[in-house]
Structures are given as C-alpha cells and as structure tokens.
C-alpha cells in the first residue's frame, strides 16, 4: 500500500518510505510532566496512536517512543510550591497522564524514557558539540551556536532575520547572537547535576536529540508531535543533529494543529482550560477519542457542544449497531474474528495522508447497511458477518472500546427463554429476563 503525507520538513505530502524495509521508527514529544494534561494534550497522543495501529496493521513492525520531560523550570517551581520533591511530582503526573492514555485506549509505547535517566548521555552530547565547535561555554552555562548552522530554520521556514528583530527569541545577556538557546543551565535552585561546566540541568531542545540517538541508534523515519513544537524546539533538536551528525533527525516530520475550545484559544487568561480526565468523565472516552481524531490532522480542531454533541451521537449509533451485531454473531454460533475487505476503503483513506475523518465516514457507511440489514425479516447472514468484522478492525485501529464479547452457554440459553416469554407475551418475565441479559452485557 502507497502511504502519502504532509512532510512539514519539505512542505510537501511525500509518499512514505521507511529507513528499514517493512519497519516504522517513530519518535514522539511526550509531556513536561508538572501538572494534569489538557484535552488538547491528547490530541497528537491519540492522532499517532491511530497512525501506528494504521501501520501494524497493513504489515509493518513500529518501534514508537514517546518521552517524559521530567527537569524542568515548571516542574522545579511546582515542586517548591507543594513542599514534594521533583521525583515525586514527577512521578505522580506521569500516573495521571497514563490513566488518561489507558482510558483513551492508547497502546503501550516500545519505551518511554524519562530526562533524568539519560542526563550523563546529554552531558556528553553537549561536551560533543562544544568539540566540534557547534556550542560555546559562557560562566559555567552552554549555548548551541546558531550562526554556524546555514540550514537553520529549515523546518519552520521562520526568517532568521525576522527572528533576530521579533520577541520570540529567549533573551540572555551571555549569547553570542539572539538565536542561540541554552544548553546547559547553572542554577542552584532544584535538581542538579555536576558536569563539565558548571552544577546545573539541561535546557530543553537536547534530550529529544538524545533519546532518539541512543534508543534508534541512526536516522529515524518519524518524529513528530504538535504544531506548538515545530518552533523552536523541533527545530533546534534538527539544528543539533546536524552539527553532531550532519542529519536531521528524521525523514518525516508530521505535526498536529491546535485544538480551540468553542473558537477560541485555550489558555489560563480565557479560564477555558479542559483537563482531559474531566473531558473523559464527562463525555466518555470514546466521544472524546472521536472528536480528537474526526477533523484533517493539519487542521485546527474546535472542542464545543455541537462537535461533542456530534461525535456523542455517531459513538451511540455504533454502539447500538454493534450490540445487535454481536448478538446476532453469538445466538447463531458465528466466529467472532475474521477478515473483511470493506476494511480496505478505511485504510485507503489513512494512507492518503492520514484522512482518518473520511475513515470514519466509511464506518459509518457499514454501520448504517448494518443497521438497514439487522431490520430486514430475512438477514442476509454474509453481509451482516462481514459488516461485523470490518467493525471490529476499524474500530480497534481508531482505538474505540468496540470488541466482541463471547456470549456464555447460560447467555444464549437465557436469551432464547426472552425470545420465547416475550413470543408469548410472558411480560413479567420477559422482563425480569432482559435486566439480566443487560447485566451481562448480551443486550
């Protein structure tokens, strides 16, 4: 299958070639771990779930990490605020930030390393650029040097002059030029760690670097992550790779946009922050998955009533399908498990730079034949087995809580009793019957 992409590197969709012939390495920015993940957190977390389960699933073999940044400005501030440790609050938001995963239905990562395990790594990676002049120590704290990089801005295609005379730039009276970003940082407040320089932590941009360096051990097929880290940070890891290796990290960049709540930017001065626990308590981690995935990936994606309402009511009519999909599978004795070609339209849209929302369309085109089959006196039984097994394989790839579930002996039993107390009009136990069919999950 032909897999074609938006390349924020190239600025172009590229047809997808991986380093390694039928494997896929992908590297994905996790969390700066000092406080509860926001509903728009998730969003790359679950767009790149659906893209690896895509790749598994037409044959290739993912070698997907995605990190902890667990040293950080934020995290040592927070953790002077609640008298803890940073290992403590470290370690307490990374648990909240995997129930909110685990609810989510989002596969275990092949590895996620935290910053702190890797620091005598990053302290060599650093010494390394210094070495080949790429980096230059000023009172004990490292900078890498930007003005040596001519390819500097590639993947944001940002000017390097307008970034000199704009305020986006970090200011520091100790740089060279007001490009260069900091390395290594002297401090004597929170965690630290002796190194060559000075008692300190590292800056931000070189653990990615680092962690892909030594988990990969080469070049990776993809890096990505939300559109947020595009700049400065995704481009100063490639502004690094390039001066250590002469690369840039990876073939093929691929970026998320922003998620708005009901049109506007989310941030602390509006007070529209959503915490993706409250988001999943609230609406169900299925309606929250949907809507997170049915907008283009490229595309800003609006968290309001009516598109929760929508993803709401398009999980109800799969589930209510499903139900009766999966009884008519177990009352007939069919397997469970099986392959259907309607499945190739699905992954034929995800293929074509990732059109997961033109994917669930097509579920929704089964699920409506399915629906129109189950209500016909005579049910054509291949259709219907095949509409539940393309179901389940979407379903699965888009990581919604849909799977078949084998019914007991007990059940089918119990359910011809209903079938026949409500055949003749036994209500008082036709109905006693059902309450324990739907406590077993059978209707």
Not at 300 to 312: A, H, Q, R
């Amino acid at each position: 299958m032909n897999i074609r992409f938006y390349n924020s590197l190239s600025g172009k969709i590229e047809d997808f070639k991986p380093v390694k012939e039928n494997e896929v390495s992908i590297y994905v920015c996790g969390p700066t771990v000092y406080n509860d993940p926001h509903i728009g957190n998730m969003r790359p977390v679950v767009f790149f779930d659906t893209f690896r389960k895509f790749l598994e699933e037409i044959g290739y073999t993912v070698k997907f990490v995605s990190n902890y940044t667990d040293v950080d400005d934020k995290i040592i501030k927070r953790a002077i605020e609640e008298n803890k440790s940073e290992k403590e609050l470290t370690e307490f938001y990374i648990s909240e930030y995997e129930k909110c995963l685990e609810s989510l239905n989002v596969s275990k990562a092949y590895e996620n390393p935290k910053v702190t395990d890797y620091i005598p790594s990053i302290i060599n990676y650093i010494d390394g650029l210094v070495k080949v002049g790429a980096a230059y120590e000023k009172d004990g704290e490292v900078f890498f040097n930007v003005a040596q990089d001519q390819s500097y801005g590639c993947l944001s295609k940002i000017n390097v002059e307008d970034l000199i005379s704009g305020a986006r730039v970090e200011q520091n009276s100790k740089k060279n030029n007001p490009l260069d970003f900091l390395l290594w940082k002297k401090t004597d407040e929170g965690i630290k760690w002796d190194s060559p320089w000075c008692s300190g932590r590292p800056g931000w941009h070189t653990e990615c670097c680092v962690m892909i360096d030594t988990i990969f051990k080469g070049m990776i097929d993809i890096h990505g992550g939300g559109i947020d880290l595009k700049f400065p940070h995704h481009e100063n890891e490639i502004a690094q790779a390039e001066a250590m290796h002469h690369n840039k990290i990876a073939n093929y960049w691929l970026h998320t946009a922003m998620m708005n709540i009901k049109g506007e930017k989310m941030s602390k001065s509006l007070g529209n922050i959503i915490l993706a626990k409250d988001a999943i308590k609230e609406y169900g981690a299925d309606t929250i998955r949907l809507l997170l995935l049915n907008c283009d990936y490229r595309s800003v994606l609006n968290f309001s009533d009516d598109t929760i309402k929508d993803c709401s009511s398009i999980i109800q009519k799969i589930s209510a399908v499903y139900k009766q999909l999966n009884l008519f599978m177990n009352i007939n004795g069919f397997e469970l498990e099986g392959k259907s070609n309607k499945v190739n339209v699905f992954l034929e849209d995800l293929a074509n730079d990732v059109n997961i929302a033109n994917g669930i369309t097509h579920l929704l085109d089964i699920i409506k034949e399915a629906n129109v089959e189950l209500r016909k006196k005579d049910k054509n039984v291949e259709i219907l087995k095949d509409d539940f097994y393309a179901i389940n394989k979407i379903c699965y790839i888009l990581g919604l809580h849909f799977a078949p579930y084998k019914f007991s002996d007990e059940d089918v039993s119990l359910y011809k009793e209903y079938l026949e107390a409500k055949a003749n009009k036994d209500f008082e136990n036709s109905d006693k019957i059902r309450n324990i069919l739907i406590e077993h999950k059978v209707l």
